[in-house]
């Protein structure tokens, strides 16, 4: 029987823990589905996922300075031919697969800084290349928002009408879909891919009398959405003030405080923070996966966190968790574990307001715990019934679950 060929697509091995995860997420589907399935990527790191996950990586773009802004005519030119020469290869790689999968990460979506022939134009050409050449495209488990910009709209729309299967993160991503006049009738909502994630073993629960467990903050390089260019400067300095003023209230309390990223381009808010702060008790952790990041918040007494897969990895470990939340889809999430009433703005960090939710969240810790714990199981229900559906719409000659049943 030949191998079913496997492609994963997307910004993986770039700097990005979420994104990371969720390919690590997908692949342990498929080894544990469909072994023997032979599987590479197209992205944007290759070295980082040929090294770390042992799969055969192409580079996404053809142009090595993609992501650097072109000012000169020699880089505006080579830009140019990019999109041209990335035409060609991402139709060819295309082509070589039986079935192609973007695994989770917000591609449909403009709620950070984006440039409609970046990522879109990128995603476009695969799904189209699929369509042309009959090769499946899935987006699994995406992150989805109403984009205003109308050409990032148009690419973003048409790639979701091409792929031949789309799978949300969360309702509202559906929704967002549907009002940009995708058909959504048959598209199904299951929790982000993160959480198929194996989590640490939980800890023992926090003792008040014992030597106090860290709070975890996780911190952003957050300058505002697609949308907010005009005031990007504004929002990022009062995101990175009050949320100094944040950490420096713990700290002079006595708390000890773990910074958190999710993304290189992190580093300078943590250095902006343990500058500001000056205090032993804030320390930064070194953190380069989503296992290493639910590690510290396993650990934690109580995480507040801005990046979606921060909030993520919280969650998952059943740790208290406090949202500044940049875009509805952190809202989404809190409410669908149970925590709704614990999200903050990011664009408008109020420190003594967040103090006081923070407050009011460690209050009930208990009870979050024990919510938690049940919304993590009803999660990895739902992630089974997605893998089984993939392996349906996918891998339509293969019945992994009768085969399961008739094993036992």
Known sequence: MIPVRVGVFGLLGSGNLGNDGSLQALLGYLRAEHPDAVVDALCGGPEAVASRYGIPATRLHWYRGEYRTASRAGAIAAKGLGKLVDAVRTAAWVRRHDVVIVPGMGVLEATLPLRPWGFPYSLFLLCASGRLFGTRVALVGVGAAAIGARPTRALVRWSARLAAYRSYRDALSRDAMRAMGVDTAGDEVHPDLAFALPAPPPGTPP??????????????????????????????????????????????????????????????????????????????????????????????????????????????????????????????????????????????????????????????????????????????????????????????????????????
Do not use: W
């Open 207 to 408: 003792d008040p009398s014992a030597h106090p467990r860290p709070v975890c903050v996780g911190v952003m390089d957050f300058h505002g959405g697609d949308d907010d260019r005009g005031r990007a400067e504004e929002i990022h300095r009062r995101y990175l003030d009050g949320t100094t003023r944040f950490v420096r209230a713990l700290a002079e309390e006595g708390r000890p405080v773990r910074l958190l990223t999710g993304d290189a381009c992190d580093a300078p808010v943590v250095a902006a923070i343990l500058d500001a702060v000056d205090s032993p008790l804030v320390t930064a952790a070194e953190v380069t996966s989503l296992t290493d990041l639910m590690k510290e918040t396993a650990a934690a007494d109580t995480v507040v966190a801005t990046r979606y897969h921060n909030l993520v990895c919280a969650l998952k470990t059943g740790t208290p968790t406090l949202a500044l939340s940049y875009a509805a889809k952190s809202d989404a999430l809190m409410g669908r574990m149970g925590l709704a009433a614990y999200c903050h703005p990011a664009r408008e960090v109020d420190a003594d307001r967040l103090l006081e939710q923070f407050r009011a969240l460690e209050r009930r810790s208990p009870q979050v715990r024990q919510t938690l714990a049940e919304r993590n199981l009803v999660a990895a229900r739902q992630l089974e019934r997605q893998f089984t559906a993939l392996t349906a719409a996918l891998f339509p000659g293969t019945d992994h679950t009768t085969a399961r049943q008739e094993a036992a």
